[in-house]
């Protein structure tokens, strides 16, 4: 049901920027692009979401693929706060499953000091 | 703004019981959803309500059950608990139900051990 490939693992040091891929190869015209990410020892969180065009918040990035097959999560200064597991989601917008929100395993990113 | 709040957070049972866990969303938001969260399986969604009426359901037993009261909070219902159902048992809570572009805020979680 994922519907979305990304990498098991990442490292940065901190400070430095981030880009975490995401695959979804069989992503609809109009599904979104959603990326929570879930710190140790919590419920997950919004980190943000996009459609078409590239978004930017105080949090994060999105880069989208101009075929939407792809995106990335761009972390301009990574901190050790960072450290999580980030879900790369696409929300469904059909039918009886609309608005679900499909985890994969999404990618533990490693912050060194 | 409170965020969302879920109780107990920790909880251990045994085989063959039952349990209920009780999620109450933001002040506002009407749509509550339920996951599972395992090592081996990762996040599953359960259900989603939204005005008191089950609108999406996950597929898991007719063992997991839950309802949504007038004033959006929510509690989920395992009956004849089973060891597999040990897991963090999060909720979420949206403005809206089904809204692609709605953000869902999780709670912390209820940790279930099943003994």
């Known amino acids: 049901d994922a519907k979305t490939t990304q990498p098991n693992s990442m490292e940065s040091n901190e400070e430095e920027p981030v880009h975490l891929p995401c695959n979804h190869s069989?992503?609809?015209?109009?599904?979104?692009i959603h990326w929570y990410r879930q710190l140790p020892s919590q419920g997950p969180e919004y980190v943000i979401h996009?459609?078409?065009s590239n978004v930017n918040n105080r949090m994060a990035s999105l880069a989208i693929a101009e075929d939407r097959k792809s995106s990335t999560l761009i972390l301009h200064r990574a901190t050790l706060r960072d450290a999580a597991v980030y879900y790369c989601?696409?929300?469904?917008?059909?039918?009886?499953?609309?608005?679900?929100?499909?985890f994969g395993r999404g990618t533990q990113l490693t912050v060194w000091p | 703004k409170a965020g969302v709040t879920q109780t107990p957070r920790y909880l251990i049972k045994t085989r063959g019981q039952q349990v209920t866990l009780s999620c109450s969303p933001i002040?506002?938001?009407?749509?509550v959803s339920w996951y599972q969260q395992t090592p081996g399986q990762g996040l599953q969604f359960l259900f989603e309500y939204f005005s008191e009426t089950q609108r999406n359901k996950g597929n898991f037993p007719g063992r997991f059950s839950g309802r949504q009261f007038s004033n959006s909070r929510s509690e989920m219902n395992v009956s004849t608990l089973e060891l597999g159902d040990s897991a963090l048992y999060l909720c979420a809570s949206s403005l809206l139900a089904g809204a692609t572009t709605d953000t869902q805020y999780f709670g912390p979680g209820t940790r279930l051990t099943v003994l």
């Open positions: 002040s506002g938001h009407r749509s």
């Open positions: 069989t992503i609809s015209g109009t599904d979104y």
């Open positions: 996009g459609l078409t």
């Open positions: 989601i696409l929300r469904d917008t059909r039918g009886s499953t609309l608005g679900r929100l499909y």
